[in-house]
């Protein structure tokens, strides 16, 4: 039963005093822990969109939409810290398989997979008598001791990669040569079409119907809406011609529905550098461009139906009343392009069918670029593996049964982290162990929006292929490297300045200084490498994929000339002979 330390948080944030009688207290509920991949700050219909997701908006009116909560601006780093309730350093996600450089590999913090010893969430619930269960993207690590059944999940269908074709078991073919799914351990075998957010939710419901007897705690890892972005062309049809004023245009009506919906005060969306000039473009790629973003927005919606199926077999099956539900976003919208360069470009071309009128059908890559991933994060600043607002905060939501007290549709604005859901989904299921965790429960911000979930002055660091932060209340320092900054330090009242407009750094130099030595402080005790001279994230991924690919794409070509070499040799001493 959840009474204890959930309880007597819920009544004491309620106002309750504590001679007052709870209502019975149901069993330990379920939890639905949803991670949507890549999604902007105000990309659900709920952050201020014109996107359609009524099953995220749902929970969302029943729930508590938090407005400054903070993740890494990558995928692993931030899943390490939502399921294990550390930072990514002390969990081994100092950097990403994708981006870590070779000087790093292997390091303390950077293992680039789970590290051994860090308890995730699941174990911790499956001492506590739940059934855990996991559906979808991993990416933090793909040997046997590194998968989901190797680290607390009863059963897991899960993608080690970053991201895999949403249509066929096929790779994305520019970073991996096979799609790595395994089902409980061993290699998955997958229908031959498919659509991911489907499977993954199917995968979802049957793993629930297993259960008996007991509460489970079920992950759901979706693919949507990562590269490559696909959609049916159904799911795309009601997006076509949304987006053909352009992403200012977008960047504009976005920040005006964040504060519509209550989540920020005004913020004027400010160009960022990286974002074209949507009239300079020729009539076609204006319309391709139109076309990609329809693309992302069917595959939002295909989700958010997909997840629509998933909370309609709870309420089918009684359960939904006794459950918790939970979505997040692992970070900002994706700006990478893959046909940046000639030589990407080349091989994009080479793997997939790019014609833009085929966008996000089978066969095909389309990505939205870092014009597009701006304004599905406004009005912040930054995206996707920048440490900018735009790339670290994201829309998270989290929604309690009825049973248990919360101001249902509300708003908190608190600065909350990734590592505080693992305290507070353990409040939820009642279990007392926080052995090890760094954050701190976000429940007294489900009745009192104004509620700090931080005590004041604590200072969080983080730091992912060097770019880096020091949050301290509203304050927030701030590097990003070359490409997505100038590699020096700025200060910004978060609060005040959520779209990092006005640099205090010049203006407040004793506070910068005091920051800046905090974060050295927090580098040095989780062992923070500094980056290669020269390193950027982008030319590391070019170079890691070169590195991964170069052997097993070649291997054919060199056994064949091998083949050809022998035979003419043997054939030159058939004929000596």
Known sequence: MIRSRVAALLLASSGFTAHAQPAAQPARPNIVLIIADDWGFSDPGSYGSEMATPTIDAL????????????????????AMLLTGVNSHRAGLGNMPETIPPEHRGQPGYNAVLAPGVTTLAQRLKRAGYATLYAGKWHLGHDAADLPTARGWDH???????GADNWENKPNRLLYERADWTRDGKTA??????????????????????????????TLGLLANHIPVQASAADIAPYTGRYD???????????????????????????????????????????????????????????DRELGRLVAHLKARGLYDNTVFVFVSDNGAE?????????TRFTTNLEYDMAPKRQGQPGTLTYIGASWASAAASPLRG????????GVRVPFILSLPPALQ???GGVAGAPAHAVDLAPTLLDVAGVTDRAGLEGHSLLPALTNSAAAIHPKGEAIGYELSGNAVLYQGAMKLVKNLPPYGDGGWHLFDINADPGETNDLAAAQPVLLSAMQAEWRRWAKANKVLPMPAGYSAPAQIQANALHDLLAPRL??????????LAGLWTGRRWRAG
């Open 555 to 564: 291997a054919p070509i060199a056994a064949a000339l091998l083949l050809l």
């Open 406 to 408: 919360q101001a249902r």
């Open 245 to 303: 004023a352009g992403w200012t245009a977008l960047r504009a009506a976005r920040a005006s529905g964040v504060t519509r919906a209550g989540l920020l005060p005004p913020v004027a969306p400010v160009t960022m550098p990286s974002t074209r000039n949507w009239q300079a473009l020729s009539a076609e790629e204006r319309a391709r461009w139109a076309g990609a973003m329809a693309v992302y927005g069917g595959m939002a919606t295909a989700m």
């Open 335 to 343: 700006a990478t392009n893959p046909e940046a360069t000639d030589f």
């Open 383 to 390: 995206y996707k593996f920048s440490a900018w607002e735009g």
């Open 60 to 79: 969302a009116r029943q729930g508590t939409r938090f407005a400054n909560f903070h993740v890494a601006a990558s995928c692993s780093p931030t899943r």
């Open 156 to 162: 897991a269908l899960a993608l080690s990669q970053s």
């Open 189 to 218: 075998k997958l229908p031959r079409r498919f659509y991911s957010s489907t499977l993954i939710v199917d995968e979802a419901i049957g793993q629930i119907d297993s259960v008996k007897g007991k509460p489970f705690f079920a």
